[in-house]
């Protein structure tokens, strides 16, 4: 079951490097307008609180990369960042997409099941 939540986990980090590139990279480039269902011109208004938030996605990566680096010893680390993804999915559920809630919490949820397995 360790190696299935490690394969999860690092699913999870490799999404939230996703979203890095996303918000960081290409928020106002036709893959970044299409995924967020943005106009140009929003996405220039927003395009440096996009920045930030690519930022933080890519802390919460790195934070369940270090986890996993520990191995087993890395159990609290993974469970802390995990926890902290499916905070931010739920909350970006409430407060933008309800699709959050599927895309980045739900797979955070099940890698920290697998975990306590």
Known sequence: MFIIASVITGLVAALHIYFLILEMFLWDKPLGLKTFRNTPEKAAITKVLAANQG????????????GLCLGPAGFHVKIFFLTCVIIAGAYGAYSVSRRILYIQAAPAAVALVLLHL
């Open 55 to 66: 930022l933080y996605n890519g802390f919460l990566a790195a934070g369940l990369i270090w």
